[in-house]
């Protein structure tokens, strides 16, 4: 089945350093990636949504300038969190659509968990 | 307004017995799509079933099984015979078009289930 692999799964870094998480399509093309957070014990929360080649669109209240989204290719989506904050501490979970594949056309990697100290 | 509800935060259920996660949502488009995940405590999505807006019988997969009221607007999650693996958090998602001509996925608040010996 399609799979996203997703890296790193927990990261811990410095206040005020820059983070970046990968996420690939391993066996298909992954069209559009979602970027989802996810706060302790609540639901996902879409950040932005990503198709290849053109620049990202974000939901409302998430900065563009925090995390910078790049899609460059159909197999590889990354976020960068720029000058993190302990308050940027989170799980981050993306998911790649793609009709025809996945479960109904989502697939999600496994998940970073990032830890701003 | 919240598009997906989930009115249950917690359950607790017996070992081998049915449980029902329930599940309302809003939209007014007449084509959209009902997921359930289930994120154990490691964080990765697992998706668990579908159910197309247009689909004519509930879906079934499995032990899980999906009560769509179409009328009602509700997409309750049918688990028989639990087992102690299946305790988790579970998440009911809609798939929707937005703005931009994509589709993404909104979740609901979740539901934590825990299955006891």
């Known amino acids: 089945g399609a799979v996203v692999s997703q890296h790193p799964s927990r990261v811990i870094c410095k206040s005020g350093t820059s983070v970046k998480i990968e996420c690939r399509s391993l066996d298909f093309q992954a069209t559009t990636m979602f970027w989802y957070r996810q706060f302790p014990k609540q639901s996902l929360m879409l950040m932005a949504t990503?198709?290849?080649?053109?620049?990202?669109?974000?939901e409302q209240g998430v900065e563009k300038d925090k995390f910078l989204i790049n899609h460059a290719s159909l197999t590889l989506s990354t976020l960068t969190v720029t000058s993190a904050h302990p308050e940027d501490s989170s799980f981050y979970i993306c998911s790649a659509s793609s009709l025809g594949q996945g479960d109904y056309g989502y697939t999600f990697g496994s998940g970073t968990r990032l830890t701003v100290v | 307004a919240q598009k997906i509800t989930q009115t249950q935060p917690g359950m607790f259920v017996q070992e081998k017995e049915a449980v029902t996660l329930d599940c309302t949502y809003d939209t007014s488009d007449p084509s959209y799509g009902l997921f359930w995940y289930k994120q154990p405590s490691s964080g990765e999505m697992i998706f668990l079933i579908y159910?197309?807006?247009?689909?004519?019988q509930n879906a079934t997969e499995g032990r899980y099984s999906l009560n769509f009221q179409k009328a009602r607007k509700s997409a309750n999650l049918v688990i028989s015979a639990s087992q102690l693996g299946d305790s988790a958090m579970y998440f009911c998602?809609?798939?929707?078009?937005?703005?931009?001509?994509?589709?993404?996925?909104?979740f609901g608040t979740g539901t934590r289930l825990t299955i006891i010996p």
């Open positions: 998602a809609m798939r929707e078009q937005t703005n931009f001509g994509n589709e993404k996925l909104t």
């Open positions: 159910q197309g807006s247009y689909d004519q």
């Open positions: 990503s198709n290849e080649g053109s620049k990202a669109t974000y």
